[in-house]
């Protein structure tokens, strides 16, 4: 049974910075596209981060030069370095591992941007 198992979503000030984690199991983690995805209030759940099993990344255009996303393949655990943050960036944040079209999610993590 494949889980993921983020951490890390807290109440933060403009400016401020968080890093979130996801923990997998039950996949072998390094042959699958992990992402990072958030939904805001309101919102359509949209992409925000990804990276392939080589360390190829792409961003969402509203974080580039702000987040940075990661993986350690030996912890099976994918990151997302968000600095700078905005209140715009208040969402609950997923992880998501993806292979074809199999595609797993984890429960989510809340971020709260916040004066």
């Known amino acids: 049974q494949v889980q993921l198992v983020e951490s890390g979503g807290d109440l933060v000030q403009p400016g401020g910075s968080l890093r979130l984690s996801c923990v997998v199991s039950?996949?072998?983690?390094?042959?699958?596209?992990m992402g990072w995805y958030r939904q805001a209030p309101g919102k359509q759940r949209e992409v925000v981060a990804t990276?392939?099993?080589?360390?190829?990344?792409n961003y969402a255009d509203s974080v580039k030069g702000r987040f940075t996303i990661s993986r350690d393949n030996a912890k099976k655990t994918v990151y997302l370095q968000m600095n700078s943050l905005r209140p715009e960036d208040t969402a609950v944040y997923y992880c998501?591992?993806?292979?074809?079209?199999?595609?797993?999610w984890g429960q989510g993590t809340q971020v709260t941007v916040s004066s």
């Open positions: 998501n591992q993806a292979l074809g079209a199999l595609s797993f």
């Open positions: 039950g996949s072998i983690f390094s042959i699958y596209v």
């Open positions: 990276i392939t099993t080589v360390g190829g990344t």
